[in-house]
T-cell receptor, first 112, second 109 residues
Framework: DGGITQSPKYLFRKEGQNVTLSCEQNLNHDAMYWYRQDPGQGLRLIYYSQIVNDFQKGDIAEGYSVSREKKESFPLTVTSAQKNPTAFYLC???????????FGNGTRLTVT | GQQVMQIPQYQHVQEGEDFTTYCNSSTTLSNIQWYKQRPGGHPVFLIQLVKSGEVKKQKRLTFQFGEAKKNSSLHITATQTTDVGTYFCLRSNDYKLSFGAGTTVTVRA
């Protein structure tokens, strides 16, 4: 059964720690995306990758980093430089331009 | 990528009533996609519109693409509690896919 897996579902960290969120897809999609969602803010684009070994900053990339070493994987690191890291993080992928986005179930990160 | 503007941001609807949410762009769209996110869930693709003036229906949901391909609408008839959630539109012909705030729908019984 193909899909996108985000883990863990809930994540708790202390302020000042870096944390990496996992996103894995077995849909053979080239493009992958990371979004952040806060209450009433909609989906804000953090980073995206059109192809392996390539990625671009989205609208709110500061304080985040990504890698795309494998087609199936697009991990997101929330660094200690991110001022307000507590949020709901969604990963998505799609095969071609204009094809639908497929989303993972998301990771809720709480930093205290 | 340029995002489309979506209005209203919030829609509080009496159960059984109809409502419409709109997406507007200052530039011509090659196509537009609609997604729905239930509370606590993730966005799920609903439909894609490609042709000028196109109208597509999914049960009580009617999607329309404007003649000039600069706007789109989602109309829901006889709103039910299952319609609760946030509806997003997305211009999908870019690689940089930026969503707007969406329209968050609540329903009062």
């Amino acid at each position: 059964d193909g899909g996108i897996t985000q883990s863990p579902k809930y994540l708790f960290r202390k302020e000042g720690q870096n944390v990496t969120l996992s996103c894995e897809q077995n849909l053979n999609h080239d493009a992958m995306y990371w979004y952040r969602q806060d209450p009433g803010q909609g989906l804000r684009l953090i980073y995206y990758s059109q192809i392996v070994n390539d990625f671009q900053k989205g609208d709110i990339a500061e304080g985040y980093s990504v890698s795309r070493e494998k087609k199936e994987s697009f991990p997101l690191t929330v660094t200690s430089a991110q001022k307000n890291p507590t949020a709901f993080y969604l990963c998505a992928s799609r095969g071609t331009v204009n094809s639908p986005l497929h989303f993972g179930n998301g990771t809720r990160l709480t930093v205290t | 990528g340029q995002q489309v503007m979506q209005i209203p941001q919030y829609q509080h609807v009496q159960e059984g009533e109809d409502f419409t949410t709109y997406c507007n762009s200052s530039t011509t769209l090659s196509n537009i996609q609609w997604y729905k996110q239930r509370p606590g869930g993730h966005p799920v693709f609903l439909i894609q519109l490609v042709k000028s003036g196109e109208v597509k229906k999914q049960k009580r949901l009617t999607f329309q693409f404007g003649e000039a391909k600069k706007n789109s609408s989602l109309h829901i008839t006889a709103t039910q509690t299952t319609d609760v959630g946030t509806y997003f539109c997305l211009r999908s012909n870019d690689y940089k896919l930026s969503f707007g705030a969406g329209t968050t729908v609540t329903v009062r019984a």
